[in-house]
C-alpha cells in the first residue's frame, strides 16, 4: 500500500525565511508524489508532482520538492516566505489505481511578520 | 485551467433527511470524479470512485447505502447523503480527471451541519 507521513503538524516561520515542510513516503513501487495547497474557503491546488522524471521537481509560486528514494521522503521547500503562503499543505502519493490519491494528514504552516 | 464547481458550498440540514451535494467539471468532460471528506484539521478520506454511467466503487468502510453516488453525465456527479446523522457533519470535496494521466482538480468543498 501506498501511504504518506508528514512529519509536522504545524510549522511557523518568519516571513522572507525559508519553508521546509516534510514529507516520507511509503510505497511498494516507484509512487508519485504530490503536494496540495488548500487556502481556507478555497479548493485544493496543486503545487507540484513527481512522476519519476527529475528529482528535483519546481512549482508553482516559488515551491520546489526533491525526491530522494534512499531516505523515501520528498519534502517541499521554498527560500522565501511570503504571507500569503500561510496555508495547509498535503503531501501526496498515488494509490493502487494510479489515480486515486493518498493524502498525509497536512501541515499547517504560519507565516508571521 | 480546469475547473470544478461544487454546489451548494455549505448546508445545514436536520438529523433524518437527505442532502444532495452536487460536483461539476465546467471546462472540461470528466471520465472520472471522486468525492473525499475531510474532519476538521485532518486530511481528506476517499470516500468513493465514480466514473460516468456506471457505479461508483466505494473504499472500505464507507456506507454504500448512506452515501449514493450518481455520475449521470461527463460533466456532473452528485452525492447523497441519506438519513444523515450529526455524525456525518463533514467537508466533502470533490475531484475530476479528464483521463486517467491528468491530475485532480479539486472543486471548494461543501461543508455539510447536520443538527
Known amino acids: 500500500a501506498q501511504s504518506v507521513t508528514q512529519l509536522d503538524s504545524h510549522v511557523s516561520v518568519s516571513e522572507g525565511t525559508p519553508v521546509l515542510l516534510r514529507c516520507n513516503y511509503s510505497s511498494s513501487y516507484s509512487p508519485s508524489l504530490f503536494w496540495y495547497v488548500q487556502h481556507p474557503n478555497k479548493g485544493l491546488q496543486l503545487l507540484l508532482k513527481?512522476?519519476?522524471?527529475?528529482?528535483l521537481v519546481k512549482g508553482i509560486n516559488g515551491f520546489e520538492a526533491e525526491f530522494k528514494k534512499s531516505e523515501t521522503s520528498f519534502h517541499l521547500t521554498k527560500p522565501s516566505a511570503h504571507m500569503s503562503d500561510a496555508a495547509e499543505y498535503f503531501c501526496v502519493v498515488s494509490g493502487n489505481s494510479g489515480y486515486a490519491l493518498n493524502f498525509g494528514k497536512g501541515t499547517s504552516l504560519l507565516v508571521t511578520p | 485551467g480546469a475547473v470544478v464547481s461544487q454546489h451548494p458550498s455549505w448546508v445545514i440540514c436536520k438529523s433524518g433527511t437527505s442532502v444532495k451535494i452536487e460536483c461539476r467539471s465546467l471546462d472540461f468532460q470528466a471520465t472520472t470524479m471522486f468525492w473525499y471528506r475531510q474532519f476538521p484539521k485532518q486530511s481528506l478520506m476517499l470516500m468513493a470512485t465514480s466514473n460516468e454511467g456506471s457505479k461508483a466503487t466505494y473504499e472500505q468502510g464507507v456506507e454504500k447505502d448512506k452515501f449514493l453516488i450518481n455520475h449521470a453525465s461527463l460533466t456532473l456527479s452528485t452525492l447523497t447523503v441519506t438519513s444523515a446523522h450529526p455524525e456525518d457533519s463533514s467537508f466533502y470535496i470533490c475531484s475530476a480527471i479528464p483521463d486517467r494521466a491528468a491530475e485532480q482538480y479539486f472543486g471548494p468543498g461543501t461543508r455539510l451541519t447536520v443538527t
Open positions: 513527481y512522476t519519476s522524471a527529475a528529482t
